[in-house]
């Protein structure tokens, strides 16, 4: 059995009340190890620990920081494997996918955001002839750091890097779902020498220790990744608190296909939007929408991809699809799926739950879904299934594309394929989602600006924006 313990100053503590919760491997649906279900006195010893480390941590300087979190990058890159495979065990996906894509960019936010702190300058506005004005970037102080289940490592550290960075010191929970990888963080600031309490990890539901973590007075800003339920309920609690919150939340993301594209690579690219990571990304395709012309043999080409493509163990280096992250997310998906038959949609590929034989016996696995004949008012083209699920529609011109695309609470992002230049940046610029990409999905400079409107969240992540929010900035005035 693997036991979980919280990471408190610098040192692995059990949960001071002794609860934990079950860890499932959802390619099993097998208990394999125990989490803690962290109570306010944890938070309160991690709370004091974060204040003790704070004055030496934010006095340091930057480049004595980005040295701290370029070790913890090259120390995620040497444990490349160890931590691949337990991604893959915790969440369900594939390990090929975890070494290539999760653990990477787990440490390239560490060397982003080492490299973002070092060179991270003010501004200075001067008043012809009488007086300077330069605006100080401080660290906030104690933040909390709260992530998902679906990328569990390089959503985590999306988050903690340039809190880091900033100056602050952090008080960081895992999803109770995904634990694992978030432990193990734990044992590598160990190894570079991080001074305790700069970085607290602890676990345990949302319910619990996450609200608490949300509410506590010496907590000053929240970055919170997850579902839009959550957020809003995590918005209504700060709102009289007058806290910094960053809300990056769910999506339902349209892609729009126009006859002109590049037809081979387009079908390549949007199925892996729509399917990779068992769908369980929040920047997944979600709702494609067809030109009319080219709406059959497109349709054809991504059902004959998707009868190729069966879950399997995850732990096999063959694997391209792995489990639903856990079976309560199982039975949403399938429910969905239910939803859109009984709404009049028809199931043109998977549509099943999977039974693997073994080992996996037990597991939670989806076949890939296509569903057509739903109209956008669907549940299913409008709420987030966050599963291998994705219905088609065909469109007869831009703006009825530009509409249904637009018809939607969400406005996380978009894709566009096309080949007409003109009509790419015409609907890049009209689409209401925080992030667009043409011809491509999933290419991220962490420079850019990273999140969605409406109910996909509020501010914004990536780049500066990242070390803005995780900074309090003062103007000072001197007249002369
Ligand atoms: P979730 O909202 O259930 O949980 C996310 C985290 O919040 C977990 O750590 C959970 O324990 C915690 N939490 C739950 N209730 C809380 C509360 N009341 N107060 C404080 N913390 C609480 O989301 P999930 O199911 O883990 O993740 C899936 C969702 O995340 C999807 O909607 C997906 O679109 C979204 N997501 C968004 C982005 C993005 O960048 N916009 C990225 C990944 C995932």
């Given at each position: 059995m693997d036991i979980i313990a919280n990471f408190i100053d610098g040192q692995y503590q059990a949960p001071l009340q002794g609860q934990y919760i079950d860890n499932i491997e959802p390619a099993t649906g097998q208990v394999y190890g125990k989490i803690p279900d962290s109570s306010n006195e944890d938070l309160e010893l991690a709370i004091a620990s974060a204040n003790k480390a704070l004055p030496a941590w934010r006095a340091l300087a930057s480049e004595e920081r980005a040295d701290y979190l370029l070790a913890i990058a090259h120390e995620i890159d040497r444990r490349l494997e160890a931590l691949a495979l337990a991604e893959a065990i915790d969440n369900g996906k594939p390990v090929g996918l975890a070494r290539t894509v999760d653990i990477p960019r787990a440490a390239s936010n560490f060397k982003f955001f080492a490299h973002a702190c070092s060179q991270f300058s003010s501004q200075s506005h001067a008043v012809a002839g009488s007086a300077i004005n330069y605006t100080l970037r401080q660290p906030i102080g104690v933040v909390g750091c709260i992530s998902p289940w679906n990328l569990p490592l390089y959503l985590f550290t999306w988050k903690i890097a340039p809190a880091l960075a900033a100056g602050n010191c952090v008080i960081a929970k895992p999803s109770e779902i995904t634990p694992k990888t978030a432990a193990l963080l734990g044992e590598i600031c160990q190894k570079v020498g991080?001074?305790?309490?700069v970085l607290n990890i602890i676990h345990g539901t949302g319910k619990n220790i996450g609200q608490a973590i949300c509410q506590?007075?010496?907590?000053k800003a929240i970055s919170f990744t997850g579902g839009t339920i959550t957020g809003a309920a995590i918005a209504q609690l700060l709102a009289a608190k007058f806290k910094k919150l960053s809300l990056e939340l769910g999506g339902k993301n349209p892609a729009l296909i126009f006859a002109d594209c590049d037809f081979d690579n387009t079908v390549e690219q949007v199925f892996r939007a729509s399917f990779a990571n068992q769908g369980q990304i929040?920047?997944?395709?979600s709702r494609l929408y067809i030109e009319r012309s080219i709406y059959a043999k497109f349709k054809q080409a991504l059902v004959a991809k998707a009868k190729k493509l069966r879950p399997s163990d995850?732990?096999?280096?063959?694997?391209a699809m792995g489990a639903i992250v856990s079976k309560s997310h199982l039975e949403k998906v399938l429910g969905y799926i239910e939803s859109a038959k009984a709404q009049g949609?028809?199931?043109?590929?998977g549509g099943k739950q999977v039974t693997l034989i073994?080992?996996?016996?037990q597991g939670y696995f989806i076949e890939p879904t296509i569903i057509e004949n739903?109209?956008?008012?669907a549940v299913c083209n409008q709420?987030?299934?966050?599963?291998?699920v994705i219905t088609l529609q065909a469109f007869d011109n831009d703006e009825q594309a530009l509409t249904l695309a637009n018809d939607s609470h969400y406005g996380l992002a978009a894709t566009i394929w096309t080949n007409h230049l003109a009509r790419a940046h015409y609907l890049a610029e009209n689409i209401n989602t925080g992030i667009v990409w043409v011809n491509c999905?999933?290419?991220?400079?962490?420079?850019t600006p990273f999140g969605g409107m409406n109910n996909s969240g509020l501010g914004r992540e990536g780049g500066l924006e990242a070390m803005h929010f995780f900074t309090e900035s003062k103007n000072v005035c001197i007249k002369y």
């Amino acid at each position: 059995m693997d036991i979980i313990a919280n990471f408190i100053d610098g040192q692995y503590q059990a949960p001071l009340q002794g609860q934990y919760i079950d860890n499932i491997e959802p390619a099993t649906g097998q208990v394999y190890g125990k989490i803690p279900d962290s109570s306010n006195e944890d938070l309160e010893l991690a709370i004091a620990s974060a204040n003790k480390a704070l004055p030496a941590w934010r006095a340091l300087a930057s480049e004595e920081r980005a040295d701290y979190l370029l070790a913890i990058a090259h120390e995620i890159d040497r444990r490349l494997e160890a931590l691949a495979l337990a991604e893959a065990i915790d969440n369900g996906k594939p390990v090929g996918l975890a070494r290539t894509v999760d653990i990477p960019r787990a440490a390239s936010n560490f060397k982003f955001f080492a490299h973002a702190c070092s060179q991270f300058s003010s501004q200075s506005h001067a008043v012809a002839g009488s007086a300077i004005n330069y605006t100080l970037r401080q660290p906030i102080g104690v933040v909390g750091c709260i992530s998902p289940w679906n990328l569990p490592l390089y959503l985590f550290t999306w988050k903690i890097a340039p809190a880091l960075a900033a100056g602050n010191c952090v008080i960081a929970k895992p999803s109770e779902i995904t634990p694992k990888t978030a432990a193990l963080l734990g044992e590598i600031c160990q190894k570079v020498g991080l001074p305790a309490g700069v970085l607290n990890i602890i676990h345990g539901t949302g319910k619990n220790i996450g609200q608490a973590i949300c509410q506590h007075s010496e907590i000053k800003a929240i970055s919170f990744t997850g579902g839009t339920i959550t957020g809003a309920a995590i918005a209504q609690l700060l709102a009289a608190k007058f806290k910094k919150l960053s809300l990056e939340l769910g999506g339902k993301n349209p892609a729009l296909i126009f006859a002109d594209c590049d037809f081979d690579n387009t079908v390549e690219q949007v199925f892996r939007a729509s399917f990779a990571n068992q769908g369980q990304i929040c920047l997944c395709a979600s709702r494609l929408y067809i030109e009319r012309s080219i709406y059959a043999k497109f349709k054809q080409a991504l059902v004959a991809k998707a009868k190729k493509l069966r879950p399997s163990d995850p732990l096999l280096e063959t694997t391209a699809m792995g489990a639903i992250v856990s079976k309560s997310h199982l039975e949403k998906v399938l429910g969905y799926i239910e939803s859109a038959k009984a709404q009049g949609g028809t199931v043109i590929a998977g549509g099943k739950q999977v039974t693997l034989i073994g080992r996996c016996q037990q597991g939670y696995f989806i076949e890939p879904t296509i569903i057509e004949n739903l109209n956008n008012d669907a549940v299913c083209n409008q709420e987030e299934i966050f599963g291998p699920v994705i219905t088609l529609q065909a469109f007869d011109n831009d703006e009825q594309a530009l509409t249904l695309a637009n018809d939607s609470h969400y406005g996380l992002a978009a894709t566009i394929w096309t080949n007409h230049l003109a009509r790419a940046h015409y609907l890049a610029e009209n689409i209401n989602t925080g992030i667009v990409w043409v011809n491509c999905w999933l290419l991220r400079d962490l420079r850019t600006p990273f999140g969605g409107m409406n109910n996909s969240g509020l501010g914004r992540e990536g780049g500066l924006e990242a070390m803005h929010f995780f900074t309090e900035s003062k103007n000072v005035c001197i007249k002369y």
